[in-house]
């Protein structure tokens, strides 16, 4: 397309990035921190700077600085200040917005993620299988799948966790992936919708293998937001078919679901007396919170008294963390940035011919993506993930490279 100037190295950096993201953390952080060095090292050229676009700043910048400023008086600025170093991970966003020039480029970026991620959901498959039906493993097995042999065998279901350390990151890396995917195949046709369809199913099956309640409920929730966008049922009708499935599930499938909003489930009434906790830290720390980092070393002084976990170092919820940590201000601002990032989504679609054209769905896909980013979040502190929230920076970069792509001449 015209007006836009392909950067093959930035690609190859980032083509890099999503395919060791699912592998191996200490890989993807680093090609991470090379991506943005490039795009940052781009910005010496005067046209390049002309062209460079930053979307969603004044909400980074919000954020970003109440984080500061919590920080800095907090009970332990040195602390909470390293904790505070999570806001370069969204240099992802500005860099993946800028570095990639068109919607094709992007579309190549997505299908290498969805290889990579299918991948790591295989593997994350046979990590459940073998540790939950072949029972314990000798060490060369639980080598090769990275689990400890004394884990196979005692814990029933074993809960898949692909290449991480915990089956939260592998549920929440997946449901955004499986989201993404799922909106793409509706634009693709023949090989590629057979091969994305046969990908969602795997990524879907190795979600489930997670057992993590909060990446579920995202995954329903982006299907849904993805079968509006398309006029398609077809996703609905599988959420209907999977809920009827639930009752002939095993028992301790359905119970794992249902447990989340049982409050007379161990699990949900820890969840519910660790917000009371956050509660209570915001209103004696109403404007800042208690720091970056700050609930671990509080947390003993608000724990509840039924609480049976007496210290954590998050409060199963992005909302409670962050008004705890970072106060009503901070939460405030978080909250700009996802909701200017829908208003902006929701006007590229508006721009879109309609239709199921890639374009839209990208556009659809990456909504639907960050709702169900969020809508996990509610129960699980994702935000501190720092593997899933740099893929959702990536996939919140999708409609504003579909935006410059469309409107530039």
Known sequence: MKGIVRDRLSEGLLLAFVLGLPFSITLSQLLLALVAARWLWTLRDLDTRRRTRLPLLLPFLAFSAVTLLSAALSGDPPQALSHASSLLLALTFFAVANLIGGRAEAERLVLALTAAVTLAAVFGLLQAAACTLAGPLPPWAAWLLRVKPSACGVTFPFRAKGFYSIYMTLGGVLALTLIVTAALSFSASGRRRL??????????????ATFSRNAWLGVAAGFAVISLAARRVRLLAALGVAALLLLFAPAYMTQRLTSLLDPRHDSARERLYMWQSGIEMVKDHPLLGVGPGGVKRVYPSYVRPEALKRSTGHLHSNPVQIAAERGLLGLLAWGWIWGAFFVKAL??????????????MLTAGSAAAILGF????????????SEVVTLAYLVMALPFIVERAFTTP
């Open 195 to 208: 091969l994305l369809g046969l990908a969602g199913v795997i990524q879907l099956a190795a979600v489930i």
């Open 374 to 385: 969020l809508v996990a979040g509610l129960f699980e502190y994702n935000f501190g993930d």
């Open 347 to 360: 006007a590229v679609l508006r721009q879109l011919p309609s239709g199921l054209g890639t374009d839209r």
